[in-house]
């Protein structure tokens, strides 16, 4: 079993920065992999980055250049470096873990919300 922790949602103009944590309990996190889906009222939920346990990343059209995922697996996190916020970007972000296995979710966080607004 893992559980996941989200921190560092909030309130941001746009334009601007936050950072995403997210922080696993359980077995072998560094076999997993990780990331992070959004959902925003009334949408579907969607993959915003992943981040495989060899370090390969890949990331939603919308936010190539400007969020990064990153892992450290000695400290059993992932994160979310989100620059250039956009209103677009508001929604309830994510944190998953997939099983040693597959690469899809099958763990989730409870969820931590960013909202962009002046």
């Known amino acids: 079993q893992v559980q996941l922790v989200e921190s560092g949602g909030g309130l941001v103009q746009p334009g601007g920065s936050l950072r995403l944590s997210c922080v696993a309990s359980g077995r072998s996190f560094s076999a997993r992999t990780v990331g992070w889906y959004r959902q925003a009222p009334g949408k579907q939920r969607e993959l915003v980055a992943g981040?495989?346990?060899?370090?390969?990343?890949n990331y939603a059209d919308s936010v190539k250049g400007r969020f990064t995922i990153s892992r450290d697996n000695a400290k059993n996190a992932v994160y979310l470096q989100m620059n250039i916020l956009k209103p677009e970007d508001t929604a309830v972000y994510y944190c998953?873990?997939?099983?040693?296995?597959?690469?899809?979710?099958?763990?989730w966080g409870q969820g931590t919300q960013v909202t962009v607004s002046s």
């Open positions: 998953y873990a997939g099983s040693i296995s597959s690469e899809n979710p099958r763990y």
């Open positions: 981040i495989t346990r060899g370090g390969s990343t």
